[in-house]
């Protein structure tokens, strides 16, 4: 499956902003996908992700409450709502799958990758 991410740019804090990730292929409904960002000079890190089927929605503690994950297994799309923006969310966005009817949260789980959206929180 091929994946591409849009929907970054630039926004002041507490805006919004909602990231989309477009799949390749018939059998979208059967990945699990991820939500992960990668700032300057750190480590990729786990935002959020979403089961196949949508029943089960998971996130990190640092974004609980501000985003959310969803998807339309018709138009082949994952999304991440954005809200309450910080500065701190700051980073290239990446979205990930994996063909699983579980769900996983660590960056080595994911085998496919999108190329990546920055989104920039201004102060």
């Known amino acids: 499956v091929q994946l591409q991410a849009s929907g970054g740019g630039l926004v002041q804090a507490g805006g919004s902003l909602r990231l989309s990730c477009a799949a390749s292929g018939r059998t979208f409904s059967m990945y699990a996908m991820g939500w992960f960002r990668q700032a300057p000079g750190k480590e990729r890190e786990f935002v959020s992700a979403?089961?196949?089927?949508?029943?089960?929605?998971y996130y990190a503690d640092s974004v609980k409450g501000r985003f959310t994950i969803s998807r339309d297994n018709a138009k082949n799309t994952v999304y991440l709502q954005m809200n309450s923006l910080k500065p701190e969310d700051t980073a290239v966005y990446y979205c990930?799958?994996?063909?699983?009817?579980?769900?996983?949260?660590?960056?080595?789980?994911?085998?496919?990758w999108g190329q990546g959206t920055l989104v920039t929180v201004l102060q």
């Open positions: 979403i089961r196949w089927s949508s029943v089960g929605t």
């Open positions: 990930a799958a994996r063909r699983t009817m579980s769900v996983y949260l660590k960056r080595n789980d994911y085998d496919y």
